[in-house]
């Protein structure tokens, strides 16, 4: 068949290269247009188009899918449209333009966390399990028939930027394989089933860890932020940025926010047990071991707010 591919982040790539690998033609890549990356806000092109370029494949580069883009598209004869995490809405006419539509690869069991940051506001939920889906993409979002599903436990070593990157290899392979049955005409999809729920994008006060809570709720918080936008407390009214926890159901219990060290391990209290500190970044400063940061400070207790 001849594909034409969107998409845009990292974990778009192995599908990319995996359909570039396979028996089908890529006529296109679509994906967003090159914009400032780092601290010297460098132009750069998304990791999609950096791949897509590797492989030798056309680009169109498009933060809209306008009319002129929609023309693009339609030029190329394309038999599917193939869909990861590009960052833009497929409308019609574009929506039908290819022979068979648009698939997309969705890093959530549908129709829960439908919406922009299904991986993260999974592990903040702490749901027990996720894993990604393939689906006919219509004009509703995220709500198309699901043609094929893969499923995974969530542990407490996930976090969104380690799981992201899992299911974007074990998702690519699920994408491959359905784009290989829509070609040979043996694919079979089922509507959704089950209360949608929505998965809205992470701003930077969804990364602050609440000591108040319970050490569950504020650990799956954890999970869900980490790598981006980052996990923070304040400390003196500055962001502490919190790179690494784990339970410490162990210890005695602390009063919420009060962070000590105890028997050689820097914990901090939450209304329940207490979490203890592996790797932390003060504000102004490189990441370090917390029991680094805890010496350098020389303190009995801090109090985070």
């Not at 043996?186 to 089922?190: D, F």
């Not at 504020?218 to 954890?222: A, G």
């Not at 926890?245 to 962070?259: E, Q």
């Given at each position: 068949m001849r594909l034409v591919f969107a998409g845009t982040p990292d974990a778009a790539v192995p599908s990319l290269r995996l359909l570039a690998g396979g028996p089908h033609e890529i006529a296109a890549v679509v994906t967003r247009e090159d914009s400032p990356q780092g601290r010297k806000?460098?132009?750069?092109?998304?990791?999609?188009?950096?791949?897509?370029?590797a492989l030798g494949l056309?680009?169109?580069?498009?933060?809209?899918?306008?009319?002129?883009?929609?023309?693009?598209?339609?030029?190329?004869?394309?038999?599917?449209?193939?869909?990861?995490?590009?960052?833009?809405?497929?409308r019609e006419p574009l929506l039908s333009t290819p022979r068979l539509g648009w698939i997309n690869l969705h890093?959530?069991?549908?129709?829960?966390?439908?919406?922009?940051?299904?991986?993260?506001?999974?592990l903040i939920a702490g749901d027990e399990r996720t894993g990604a889906d393939v689906?006919?993409?219509?004009?509703?979002?995220?709500?198309?028939?699901?043609?094929?599903?893969?499923?995974?436990?969530?542990?407490?070593?996930?976090?969104?930027?380690?799981?992201?990157?899992?299911?974007?290899?074990?998702?690519?392979?699920?994408?491959a394989r359905v784009v290989d049955e829509l070609a040979d005409g043996?694919?079979?999809?089922?509507p959704q089933s089950g209360e949608p729920t929505p998965a809205a994008k992470l701003g930077i006060d969804d990364a602050r860890l609440h000591w108040s809570e319970p050490a569950e709720t504020?650990?799956?918080?954890?999970q869900g932020v980490t790598a981006e936008p980052g996990a923070f407390t304040l400390l003196d009214g500055a962001r502490f940025k919190l790179h690494e926890?784990?339970?410490?159901?162990?210890?005695?219990?602390?009063?919420?926010?009060?962070?000590r060290s105890v028997d050689g391990r820097v914990l901090?209290?939450?209304?329940?047990?207490?979490?203890?500190?592996?790797?932390?970044?003060p504000a102004g400063k490189t990441p370090m071991n917390a029991a680094d940061w805890w010496r350098g400070i020389a303190a009995e207790e801090v109090i985070a707010e």
């Open positions: 806000r460098i132009l750069t092109p998304s990791p999609v188009a950096q791949a897509a370029a056309p680009v169109i580069k498009a933060n809209r899918l306008d009319e002129a883009v929609t023309a693009q598209i339609a030029a190329l004869g394309a038999d599917l449209g193939v869909i990861v995490a590009y960052g833009g809405l497929v890093f959530s069991l549908l129709p829960r966390w439908r919406g922009a940051a299904p991986v993260q506001r999974a689906f006919q993409l219509v004009a509703a979002l995220d709500a198309g028939d699901v043609f094929g599903r893969i499923e995974r436990p969530i542990t407490e070593a996930d976090t969104s930027a380690t799981l992201l990157a899992e299911l974007a290899v074990s998702g690519g392979a699920l994408l043996s694919a079979v999809a089922v504020v650990f799956h918080r954890y926890l784990r339970h410490a159901r162990d210890a005695a219990a602390l009063p919420p926010g009060h962070i901090v209290g939450t209304a329940s047990t207490p979490l203890e500190l592996l790797r932390v970044q």
